[in-house]
Every structure is written in C-alpha cells, then in structure tokens.
C-alpha cells in the first residue's frame, strides 16, 4: 500500500513539473507582393521604433515572404524595397503570430506607398 501511495504521489509531482508554461513569443510575418505577384529577394528592414534595441534586415524568400521572432512587443517600422519599388509601414508586433501584407509601389507613387 506504501508504494503505491509512493508511487502515485510521484507521478503526479512529476506530472505539475513537466507542465511548466511555454513562453509566447512575438511573431511577425510579411508578405509581399507587387501587383498582386509576390516578390522574392526584396530586401526588408524592420527597426523598433521605441529605440529597444531592434535592427534587422531579411530578404523574401520564393513566395514572397519574411518571418521576425522576438521576446519582447516591438513597435516595429518597416521599410521594403526591391528595383525601383519601395513601401513603408508600422506595426506594433504582439504576443502569438500575426501576418501583414505588403504590397510594394513604384518610387514615383512615393506619395501612396507609406515612407
């Protein structure tokens, strides 16, 4: 009887051990696209706009998109330019994952493509 007691009470202290919370990260995923046609290879520098620290420059891959991971929110500017095309936003990146979606504008539409 003892070690059946024993037993189960160390199963079920390993059991509150093994459930230790995961912590949510910050996802953000851009696509981008021009004209409709997504991009591959733009260049996309997204940078905290609260001066945290954030600074980073990725590429698109093959379907026109770009994943950031972070630990923190970030209040993120983003600027996308591939050719002669460019694109600017800002977004605010919080807990869980969330995709926005771009689409690039010719630098003689400056005045329509956000920068």
Known sequence: ???????????????????????ELYQLTVVTTFQSIPVDDAKIHLYDANFNGVNVSRRTD??????????QVVHAEIEI????????TSEII??????IYIELKP???QATNGC
């Open 81 to 88: 330019t591939k050719g002669s095309a460019r694109s600017c």
């Open 94 to 99: 919080s807990k869980g994952h969330k995709t």
């Open 107 to 109: 630098f003689s539409q």
């Open 1 to 23: 009887m003892r070690k059946t007691l024993l037993g189960l009470f160390i199963f079920i202290t390993l059991s509150f051990v093994s459930c230790k919370k995961q912590v």
């Open 62 to 71: 093959e379907n026109g998109e770009v994943r950031f991971i972070f630990e």
